[in-house]
């Protein structure tokens, strides 16, 4: 074992720690303020505080300081002091928290408020048991089949996975050259939002989103609400007991993560198996580096899948090209998306 001497010395500062160890009283105070519907409610308004304070039923208290926190940390504008003050959006909260917003992700959020900030309390546990902490601890019933049990969690999970995903579908429509390849199925692909972006941008493409049955109507909602249904198809598919059907492209976003390595292996072939003789396998993923010390977000994102899943675990592009080139893929690439995010993509 390597020892490493640490001189204390002056040049150091804790300020970094105590901003990560105490950064849930901004993680908190942003998820509180989207649970209160607050960024909806300012939509594109400047209103006084008295009538933010009414509509969102805030107590007297703390409402100017909840309220200043947000405009501290660059949540809102503020123009006037104290009680004359207005609050406003900013451009950013304008155009990704309210939810009547094209552009809204607040779904993941949402679910980071209600699931995950209670479920990573128990961090610790995880670390020990390597047992998930969610609707699997108190049920004892698979994670999808624990969280799919109430239409109202299910609703908010598809939501989440649209909201944690929309640049990224967006970014890779830009990126990726599409144009060789006509048939594109998406394996678990939620309420379709990957194939509804890819086929709004690539009008050649024809795409099948794929998920268990539950899912399946409310993909069909979302397209027919896009105007896709005459491009975009839905169907159901237990990934873990049936086949792919055959598709020059098949698309997995946020799907292997989920599960152990014999299962991602298995998902990896199936793949394999569908592909047209010169498709290829996009995975869209927080793809962690081959060192495992830049992407953090990537890194937490496994911890993520502790909390949530089985077996689930995060991998890098190295990890992602080992499985893929030893169930026949050619070669790997991996292309950057939007943030921690990027696409690696397997060539039959
Ligand atoms: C983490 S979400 C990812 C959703 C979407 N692909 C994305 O990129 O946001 C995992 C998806 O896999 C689906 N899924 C889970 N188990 C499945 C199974 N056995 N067969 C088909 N789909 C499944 C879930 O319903 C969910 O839509």
Excluded at 34 to 41: C, D, G, R, V
Excluded at 128 to 138: I, M
Excluded at 167 to 187: G, K, M
Excluded at 274 to 289: F, K, M, R
Aim: proline letters at 5%; glycine letters at 6%.
């Amino acid at each position: 074992m390597e020892s490493v001497a640490l001189t204390p010395t002056t040049d150091v500062s804790p300020a970094r720690i105590l901003e990560t160890g105490m950064g849930f009283f901004a993680t908190k105070t942003l998820l509180a303020a989207i649970k209160l519907n607050l960024f909806t409610e300012l939509d594109g308004h400047s209103l006084p505080a008295e009538e933010v304070i009414t509509r969102l039923a805030l107590h007297r208290r703390s409402a100017l300081d909840f309220l200043d926190a947000l405009v501290s940390l660059g949540f809102l504008r503020r123009e006037g002091n104290d009680r004359s003050a207005r609050y406003a959006n900013t451009r950013e909260t304008y155009a990704f928290l309210r939810k009547n917003s094209p552009d809204y992700i607040g779904g993941i959020l949402e679910m980071a408020n209600d699931r995950l900030y209670p479920f990573w309390g128990t961090l610790e546990e995880a670390l020990h048991t390597g047992r998930p902490q969610n609707e699997v601890k108190s049920s004892g019933r698979p994670f999808f089949e624990a969280l799919y049990a109430d239409p109202a969690r299910l609703q908010q999970f598809l939501e989440a996975m649209a909201g944690l995903q929309l640049a990224n579908f967006r970014a890779l429509s830009e990126v990726f050259d599409f144009s060789p390849y006509r048939t594109l199925c998406d394996i678990g692909g939620a309420n379709g939002m990957l194939s509804i972006t890819l086929a709004g941008k690539h009008p050649h493409l024809r795409c099948q989103s794929l998920d268990l049955p539950e899912v399946e109507p409310i993909a069909r909602q979302t397209i027919e609400k896009h105007g896709l249904t005459d491009r975009v198809r839905t169907g159901r598919l237990n990934f873990m007991d049936q086949d792919f059907p055959t598709a020059d492209l098949i698309t997995m976003g946020n799907i292997l993560h989920d599960w152990d390595l014999p299962q991602k292996r298995m998902l990896i072939d199936k793949a394999y198996r569908a592909l047209s003789p010169d498709g290829a396998l996009i995975v869209i993923e927080n793809i962690i580096d081959d060192e495992r010390r830049a992407n953090a977000f990537g890194l937490m994102m496994s911890l993520n899948m502790l909390i949530e899943t089985e077996g689930g675990f995060d991998y890098s592009h190295e990890d992602f090209h080992n499985w893929a080139t030893e169930a026949g893929f050619r070669t790997t690439a991996k292309v950057p998306l939007t943030g921690p995010a990027s696409a690696v993509i397997a060539f039959k």
